[in-house]
């Protein structure tokens, strides 16, 4: 069984930084993509997921949408199961709740964690 669980998220104020993790296990994570997707708040209708990034098993590849260049690095450390997210130059409308996830559309994917991002 699949099993994501996120952590770090929490309120920052705008131009600062969080890290995000996600402790993976019950799969293949070391030779499975992952991909960190965020759902804005409040929601928006017709707004759903967002994807934020996606790296490749052996961290060779990765892939940011626009929302995310320049500014998040995702990463990984297959030997401790984990994928991370690094946010620097937070902006307001970061404000999310972000996933990480097996598939690019969000499947599989875990809890959630909460990210503020005030004024």
């Known amino acids: 069984e699949v099993q994501l669980v996120e952590s770090g998220g929490g309120l920052e104020q705008t131009g600062g930084s969080l890290r995000l993790s996600c402790a993976a296990s019950g799969f293949d994570f070391s030779g499975s993509w992952m991909h960190w997707l965020r759902q804005a708040l409040p929601q928006v209708p017709g707004r759903g997921l967002e994807r934020v990034a996606s790296i490749n098993p052996d961290s060779s590849y990765t892939s940011y949408t626009d929302l995310a260049k320049g500014r998040f690095t995702v990463s990984r450390d297959n030997a401790k199961n984990t994928l991370y997210l690094q946010m620097n130059s937070l902006k307001t409308e970061d404000t999310a709740v972000y996933y990480c996830?097996?598939?690019?559309?969000?499947?599989?994917r875990g809890q959630g964690t909460q990210v503020t991002v005030s004024a």
């Open positions: 996830a097996t598939g690019s559309a969000g499947a599989n």
